[in-house]
């Protein structure tokens, strides 16, 4: 019966992200609380529906560390849940994408021209970075925040990717904060597969980083140890690799922070 609800959810997170995309670019030419107004609403909904078909049921933890002006997200991602979880958890926010995903109508469309997406070239190597904090720098002036997975894909859980520092970088040509989000969904949504298991999903923010203080290396390193640190107490995954020995890749992945990264967000 699981599986079954589990399709049926799987099945509605894809037909409704189509229909919703295809909304925002219908409505393109309205003002920017249109689109927001819409995303909140669908996030909202889908986070409601894991938990009744799958029993995913969502806990935010320190909503308090979120700060008052606009600052750049960076979360781990293991999930579609994080991804969409994050529009109505926080203020309205633009994604750091690849090219190639806003060519795939009528996502790519909707987060390209509906949600001010930060689109880049991930085949650029440094310039990549350079195109983050042009465009990141423009939209937090204009008070949007930015969401960054500082990873670049999702990983497998259990296992740290390396970290570019990107978003270190924009939050210091910025002078904005930083903030870190960690989250054990993938302990309860597998990378591959259609199956959910039932539990709760913690999400941590962290108190905010300021990355003026730093070099942007130095900065990316505080915000992957607080969060890497952070999985290990909240992920049975992460736990159960340690006690094995298995996570001797992850840690070794967790001291390192690398600037190829940067242009695969």
């Not at 500082?150 to 904060?177: H, N, Q």
């Not at 959910?196 to 390193?221: N, Y």
């Not at 290990?232 to 922070?257: F, P």
Request: positive net charge; contains cysteine.
């Amino acid at each position: 019966m699981l599986t079954i609800r589990s399709i049926i959810f799987t099945a509605l997170l894809f037909v409704s992200a189509i229909l919703i995309s295809a909304l925002i670019v219908l409505v393109f030419w309205a003002p920017a609380s249109v689109p927001r107004a819409i995303t909140v609403g669908w996030s909202r909904m889908m986070v409601r529906a894991g938990d009744l078909f799958c029993g995913l049921k969502v806990v935010v933890e320190d909503r308090e560390n979120i700060p008052d002006t606009p600052s750049v997200i960076m979360i781990k991602h293991t999930t579609a849940l994080e991804a969409y979880w994050q529009i109505a958890e926080f203020p309205r926010s633009a994604w750091v994408v690849k090219r190639e995903l806003s060519w795939v109508p009528p996502l790519g469309w909707a987060l390209k021209f509906g949600l001010a997406a930060i689109v880049i070239d991930r085949g650029a190597g440094g310039s990549a970075v350079k195109q983050v904090i042009e465009q990141g720098v423009a939209r937090l002036a204009d008070g949007v925040w930015v969401t960054i997975f500082p990873e670049g894909t999702r990983v497998p859980p259990g296992e740290a990717g390396r970290y570019g520092i990107s978003g270190a970088a924009l939050a210091k040509a910025a002078g904005c904060l930083i903030v870190p989000v960690a989250h054990n969904a993938g302990d309860f949504w597998p990378r591959r597969g259609l199956r959910k298991r039932p539990g709760t999903v913690r999400f941590c923010i962290g108190p905010p980083i300021d990355a003026s203080q730093q070099s942007p290396k130095e900065t990316t390193r505080l915000v992957q140890n607080w969060i890497e640190t952070t999985m290990l107490d909240i992920s049975a995954i992460y736990k159960e690799k340690q006690l094995s020995g298995d996570d001797e890749a992850t840690r070794s992945n967790t001291s390192s922070v690398s600037l190829a990264n940067d242009g695969k967000h």
